[in-house]
């Protein structure tokens, strides 16, 4: 008995479904429609956006290379255009100098030039980071590991104010 429910059903699904999809149909209409997006289910808006410029215009400052020169950016910055982007060859590690220029690892770009500021005293740890006459820059600190400082005359005793 459970076999012949299951059986009429089947029939009934076999049968409803191919009424749906023979001739015209709602079913065949939604899909239709799915699947082909004709024009007047867009709205005029995105159709008039979409017309409206054919060939966008590319981003980035290749096509207009002095805009980088122009804008609010800091007094000693050098902007340039590299490689569709504006960037500050005083102070950019992959453009140190002119466009292009990368600077070694764990180096850093000071005015335009690539520097290790782990070593040099005239840019110390970071640029422009000046150490004392005679002191050394090592892994980017002033003076790191020297001695301190020996006083100009050893402390007195009291034997020695005898």
């Known amino acids: ?30 899909q239709s429609n799915l699947t082909t997006a004709s024009s007047t289910s867009i709205s005029p808006w995105l159709k008039k956006a979409m017309n409206h410029h054919p060939r966008p215009r590319p981003p980035g400052c290749r096509s207009t290379p002095w805009i980088c020169r122009e804008g609010l950016h800091p007094p000693p910055a050098r902007m340039r255009c590299c490689r569709h982007q504006c960037a500050d060859v005083s102070s950019d590690v992959s453009n140190c100098g002119f466009c292009g220029k990368r600077c070694p690892f764990s180096w850093q770009c000071c005015r335009g030039l690539c520097v290790d500021t782990n070593r040099c005293p005239f840019n110390c740890g970071r640029c422009g980071n000046r150490c004392h006459r005679r002191v050394g820059c090592a892994y980017g600190m002033c003076g790191y590991a020297l001695p301190f400082p020996i006083p100009p005359h050893p402390p007195s005793t009291a034997e020695d104010l005898d």
């Open 1 to 30: 008995m459970k076999l012949g429910n299951i059986a009429v059903i089947a029939i009934l699904v076999i049968s409803i479904v191919s009424k749906l999809t023979a001739g015209n149909s709602t079913l065949e209409g939604v």
